[in-house]
């Protein structure tokens, strides 16, 4: 039997029984599509972009201590973008689902990730050249704040936009909730993990705001406010362990 849903398909308590469970989820996507082979496929051309050197293989001592010099912009870089992707290969193991709607937010997801892979690793060069004390160097020099303010607000629309993407898809999968015959589990979980997102999107909103309007000196917080969202999206799993202990 299939395990990957199709447009319009209808799951049975029979052919769920017979699915692998994880983490209190029927794995209802396990047989890779050929579009998870394509997303697969994108996010690793995507990460070669992210080379520790733009260029050749470093030709001297000097060139090559200034790649080591950058693997940490590169490492963090890598952390988002691996956030992303193991989200997605979540949903699509946990739902399977493959319809018109699924296929675009993917495909989208895709084409944002290649245009956002240049101000993330912009982004996380300048914050360790800042507290490096310029001792891990970028490859690039910003001379204004205006350039500042671009660079956070180019990084935070893209974060924005894979939020917003990620969160659809859980949305669709609610939408879909009876087709695919999720439980009352399945049910919650999901919901948290769109409210997750969505406050994801909520925190990429305000870095934007943060960087248009607050003052030079105070631009940085653009960045820094990020660092808030790592306990935020924790927040709404939180809650929702409370909530069905209390109701329990």
Sequence with gaps: ????????????????????????????????????????????????????????????????????????????????????????????????????????????????MLVYVYPLRMIFEGLFDSISG????????????????????????????????ISQLLRETLRNAGKLALNQFELRKTRAGMQVWTIAAGFACFSILIALVFPDPLVVLAGHMYFLLIPAMFLPGYLDKRRHAASG
């Design 1 to 112: 039997m299939s395990t990957h849903a199709v447009a319009g398909k209808q799951w049975t308590e029979e052919e769920l029984s017979t699915l692998t469970v994880e983490h209190g989820f029927r794995l209802r996507g396990l047989e890779a599509t050929r579009l998870d082979t394509f997303i697969d496929a994108a996010f690793a051309f995507v990460l070669t972009i992210l080379v520790i050197s733009f260029d050749d293989i470093p030709s001297d001592y000097q060139e090559m201590l200034t790649a080591v010099k950058r693997i940490p912009g590169f490492a963090a870089s890598f952390a988002v973008l691996m956030m992303f992707w193991l989200q997605h290969r979540t949903w699509s193991r946990r739902y399977g689902m493959e319809n018109p709607r699924t296929i675009f937010f993917s495909l989208t997801l895709i084409f944002v």
């Design 134 to 165: 310029g001792f891990l160097s970028t490859s690039y020099q910003i001379n204004t704040y205006s350039e500042i303010r671009l660079i956070f607000v180019s990084y935070s629309v893209g974060f924005l936009a894979l939020s917003l993407l």
